[in-house]
């Protein structure tokens, strides 16, 4: 199992439509989790962190469900601007590695 | 705001060739690493480097790498001899604290085409 798995879409999605991304990690030791986002032949960006408690940041919600090893992202109102890859980061890694490790990213694209 | 900076944006080099990639992290961060990212494909770890020494590799990170920071401001990643695999965006980051505790701040990539 690949220590951080998403589903690399694409997500193509109307303008003002709701869309979820999930990610899956390998570690059940992992602690600390965050979204980037990448456009396209640009640097990651930090999103959001993931707090166990589940999080939001205006259209933005960010949950964490340990037991199944998945965070999750939640889009509300998409906009066009949203169109992007989401990288999902986790770290501790297999073997306690303090190198956050990005899954390959999930696309999304909003049309009009 | 204060940012990672890299140069050069973009280097074309002949196989077998050196190339050294530069950055200046964010002055009061502490941890700095390399990732790079093949075209279409995942960001990829490369190294980290705390307190002027490397504190992880990982097997991309092989002796035709090698990391400096020769004056307090500058981290550079040389590759001795280049491959054609070693075509991608090279990404400097940096860090003020170990980064699970917060934010990776990226450059803006180097691009490393080898011919």
């Not at chain 1, 589903?7 to 600390?32: K, L, M, R």
């Not at chain 1, 889009?75 to 601007?81: E, G, P, Q, T």
């Not at chain 2, 070693?86 to 450059?107: P, Q």
Request: net charge negative; glycine share 6%; aromatic share 12%.
């Amino acid at each position: 199992r690949k220590e951080v798995e998403q589903d690399p879409g694409p997500f193509n999605v109307p303008e003002g439509a709701t869309v979820a991304f999930n990610c899956t990690y390998s570690n059940s030791a992992s602690q600390s989790f965050f979204w980037y986002r990448q456009d396209c032949r640009k640097e990651p960006k930090l999103l959001m962190s993931v707090y166990s408690s589940g999080n939001e940041d205006g259209r933005f919600t960010a949950q964490l469900n340990r037991a199944s090893q998945y965070i999750s992202l939640l889009i509300r109102d998409s906009k066009l601007s949203d169109s992007a890859t989401y990288l999902c980061v986790v770290f501790p890694t297999s073997g306690g590695s303090y190198i956050p490790t990005f899954g390959r990213g999930t696309s999304l694209i909003v049309h009009p | 705001e204060p940012e990672v900076t890299q140069t050069p944006s973009h280097q074309v080099t002949q196989m077998g060739q050196e190339v050294i990639l530069r950055c200046v992290p964010i002055s009061n961060h502490l941890y700095f690493y390399w990732y790079r990212q093949i075209l279409g494909q995942k960001v990829e770890f490369l190294v980290s480097f705390y307190n002027n020494e490397i504190s992880e590799k990982s097997e991309i990170f092989d002796d035709q790498f090698s990391v400096e920071r020769p004056d307090g401001s500058n981290f550079t990643l040389k590759i001795r001899s280049t491959k054609l695999e070693d075509s991608a965006m090279y990404f400097c980051a940096s860090s003020g604290d170990r980064a699970n505790t917060g934010e990776l701040f990226f450059g803006e990539g180097s691009r490393l085409t080898v011919l």
